[in-house]
């Protein structure tokens, strides 16, 4: 049987993976595809595939875009994007640079209340990737003032929190569409962590093609319900680790894995002829 892995982010992002030890352990762990979907970057797609090619992996071109509504955050995938188009790279360079705005803004907040996290710090955990509140996290904890992930989000900067700051640039329609501009299939990122399935039927309407049933993050019980909604509304099922190499404490990659018959359903979705 052939499984693939289609959540995986690298330092082109916030995992602590380079494109290259991504493709590595994917081989390791004997997955036959995986989708690389970092954080409002694609720059680590084409190295990916590179050093994955002696080992015959497939690296399905991706992306994970974030969005918001008035109380959740929606993470959109896009799978088979092309990662090539000008326009969408555009986008993409100024979905990063937001994010470095909302970094000092969130600093700000902090030093505010009493977490004396410094910006640069941040920046030096990011190194290359989409700098992001994971980045945040780890050098809040660094100072010593907070002790948990569990802590650093439920109190400062998870989604409305105090010291939260939005970086959005998309609507939930427009990440859709852009996805679909580009060729590839838009799917709801975890469900089970949004938590508020009465946004799929509008994000359905908006061009949504699947939702990611199996992650990290769904315990059994939210699977079978994702099984069963998917099929009930005829979307694409996914899955995968999300992976953020040891940014959340282990390698995730390869312990969500779906079979490879979801790929070409996936694949088959896509359309790349409008490019
Ligand atoms: P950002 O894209 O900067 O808004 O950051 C989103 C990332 O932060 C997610 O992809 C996760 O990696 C991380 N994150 C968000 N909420 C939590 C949480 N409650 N616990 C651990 N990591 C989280
Ligand atoms: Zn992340
Ligand atoms: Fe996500
Ligand atoms: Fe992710």
Redesign the pocket.
Known sequence: MKYADL?I?TDFSDSTFSPEEVASRAAEVGLSAIAI?D?DCVDGIAPCAKAAASSGIEVIPGI?LTVEKQDAEV?ILGYFIDNKADWFLKKLKDMRAARVVRIHKMVEKLNAAGIDVKAEDVFKLAGRGAVGRLHLAQAMIQTGKVKSFRDVFGKYIGFQKPCYVSHIRFSPQEAIEAILKTGGVPVL?HPGIMNKDEYIPELVGYGLKGIEVYHTDHKASVVKHYEELAEERGLLMTGGS?C?GMGKGKALIGTVRVPYELVEKLKAAATPGTR
């Open positions: 959540h982010h979907c954080h994970e993470h990122a999300d953020h």
